[in-house]
């Protein structure tokens, strides 16, 4: 491989890092400057706090209902995991070892909820789930996000199943096992990576999904993303700092799970798997 050694590469290679660091440096500024704050006293006009406390965040633990938020959050996002886990893995099987007529229509159909954004089909969603009941529920809340969640399940999981050598199911089946069988002693522990890395990463989505949770959520139904933002736009009076503590249980609550994911999952591996198997 020749690389080019010339004045204008390495001006271009200068100037992406330039914009890479000033980039990484405006995003730990802006966080540390929300931590900094939710443990602050009083902070105006100067270059650090009078004073640190961390009484604002049993204020806003208790103003908020944190815990309340958090229990829906961990309860909405384990539905949305499971269901999304089951039907997902199911159709990129079928997906990735049945060939029937119009199958790129149907897998680009069964798609687009990831290509487009949203808003685009969560206002008309969240209008039907409120006209059959379902608005402003629990059960509402999971639905919605079932809708780009399974899509995802699958983009990531027909990878994982194309590379497994159909021989394998074939030779299980000649010994006698039957589909439960193939599937649990067989299929299962092949699959476990891209499952746990599916899954992982579904619940990062959902934890961070505000467009559907927020059409389709109500007083008791709310996550973690919707109180924050009711926290910061809501009518009423109250301190910065509360709203401070509320960004950095969410941040840390995201950051914790994504990091777990990616300690399962590599996102490049899933796209190079994903561009290999369709040169093939």
Request: glycine share 8%.
């Given at each position: ?37 939710s ?17 604002w ?90 809708v ?11 990878p ?27 299929l299962?522990?092949?699959l ?26 109500g007083?008791?139904?709310q ?6 933002y009711y ?50």
């Open positions: 491989m020749i690389r080019d050694t010339g004045i204008g590469s390495k001006l271009w290679r200068t100037a992406v890092w330039a914009v890479v660091v000033v980039f990484v440096l405006n995003l730990l500024a802006l966080i540390a400057t929300v931590v900094i704050d443990l602050s006293t009083r902070w105006l006009g100067t270059w650090l706090p009078a004073g640190f406390t961390a009484h965040y049993a204020d806003a633990w208790d103003e908020f209902g944190l815990t309340d938020v958090l229990v829906v959050t961990f309860q909405v996002v384990g539905a949305v995991v499971l269901i999304s886990g089951a039907l997902g893995v199911t159709a990129a099987y079928a997906l990735a070892r049945r060939d029937f007529p119009g199958k790129r229509a149907a897998t680009l159909v069964f798609l687009l909820p990831l290509l487009v954004p949203p808003l685009t089909y969560g206002i008309p969603m969240a209008t039907l789930l409120y006209r059959v009941g379902l608005g402003g529920s629990f059960a509402g809340v999971v639905l919605a996000n079932l780009p969640a399974v899509p995802f399940v699958v983009l990531v999981m027909i994982f199943i194309e590379q497994i050598d159909p021989r394998v199911e074939a030779a299980a089946r000649v010994f006698g096992a039957s589909t439960w069988q193939l599937f649990i002693r067989v299962l522990p092949l476990l990576p891209g499952v746990l890395a599916a899954l992982l990463l579904v619940l990062v989505r959902t934890v961070a999904m505000f467009e559907l949770t927020f059409l389709t959520s007083p008791t139904s996550t973690l993303v919707v109180a924050l926290a910061v736009f809501a009518s009423g009076v109250r301190a910065g700092q509360e709203v401070d503590v509320m960004a950095v249980v969410y941040m840390v609550t995201t950051l914790v799970w994504l990091l777990l994911a990616l300690r399962f999952v590599n996102p490049t591996q899933i796209v190079a798997r994903a561009k290999t198997q369709g040169a093939h």
